[in-house]
């Protein structure tokens, strides 16, 4: 795990020093990563200390480690991330978010840390649609502005 954390850090820093981003979050002295704040274990609100924590945070975490500064977490919607990148709100987006071809349009990805499939979840007792057309006259429960 601490040699993929390793090179997931050198491939991060490396495409941020390609962007000319490393000088001024130096400078700056901390590092600002977007996140919605609403999917553990990835980044979540911890209850006690009301900080944003999780998997994606400690990897912000080293990240800022490694170019020796503070980090900043900001808390935005999920659409609201790849906005707020590219107008320089924030540095880089820690969410858990899969790459998609309109993303990868705009955005550079680091080499993905995490694999997930999307899946339909329906109760025990409930059908599985096998077809899109199935769910015609159903009730279906969706995220907006997510993957």
């Given amino acids: ?18 962007a000319g981003v490393v000088d001024e979050i130096k400078k700056r002295g901390y590092l600002i990563v977007g996140t919605e704040a609403t ?7 911890d209850e006690k200390t009301k900080e944003i924590v999780g998997f994606d945070i400690d990897i912000a975490r080293e990240i800022a480690k490694a170019l020796g500064v503070k980090l900043k977490v900001e808390d935005i919607a999920f659409d609201g991330l790849i906005p707020s990148l590219l107008t320089k709100k924030i540095d880089l987006i820690a969410a858990a978010m899969t790459i998609t071809p309109e993303r990868a349009k705009v955005v550079s990805f680091s080499d993905p840390y995490f694999t997930a499939g999307q899946v339909i ?22 995220q907006l502005g997510t993957t």
């Fill in 1 to 18: 795990m601490k040699k993929f954390l390793v090179i997931l850090l050198v491939v991060i820093i490396s495409g941020m020093i390609l």
């Fill in 39 to 45: 999917f553990p274990p990835f980044e979540f609100v």
């Fill in 121 to 142: 979840v329906v109760r025990k007792d409930s059908f599985m649609p096998k077809t899109f057309e199935e769910l015609v006259g159903k009730k279906v429960a969706v």
